[in-house]
């Protein structure tokens, strides 16, 4: 579903953690989609913010983020009202109370205050567009 540029191999304890969003193929060819930065590098113990931009397409103001780690299937970690900076976090995602999230120039951020040896994985943002599902 992603291309190659997006798989992660989990480093080894106290090596840099690699965080990064993919861009499932059938989307490449959309006219209209969200857009993330490809990979982010932090050490343990590091803030990281991923962006979300594009979300003015979007037709409800929720934006959803995912994790979604190489040997498992995607985790939803948290909703985000961009309307009124809602967060809501009932996805029973294990690692829920680490994230946070907030609006920026172009769309949304998520947010990690101290990233984790279990934060390691490639992260999505996603919202609802006319009645379709886009992911990022």
């Known amino acids: 579903m992603c291309n190659s540029t997006c798989s992660n191999i989990c480093p080894p304890p106290g090596t840099n953690l ?23 590098t932090r050490r343990a113990g590091e803030r990281v913010s991923i962006s979300c931009g594009g979300t003015q397409v979007c037709t409800l103001s929720w934006i959803y983020w995912y994790q979604k780690k190489d040997t498992e299937t995607f985790k939803a970690i948290l909703g985000f009202d961009a309307s009124n900076s809602e967060v809501y976090k009932g ?7 680490e994230f946070s999230a907030e609006n920026n120039q172009n769309g949304c951020e998520l947010k990690l205050n101290k990233v984790q040896q279990e934060h390691a994985a490639s992260y999505y943002c996603s919202c609802w567009v006319s009645g379709l599902h886009r992911e990022r």
């Not at 690699?18 to 982010?40: E, F, I, N, R």
């Not at 996805?91 to 109370?97: C, E, L, N, S």
């Open 18 to 40: 690699h965080l990064s969003g993919c861009v499932p193929t059938a989307l490449v060819t959309m006219a209209t989609q969200l857009t993330q930065g490809v990979t982010l």
């Open 91 to 97: 996805y029973g995602h294990p690692q829920q109370d």
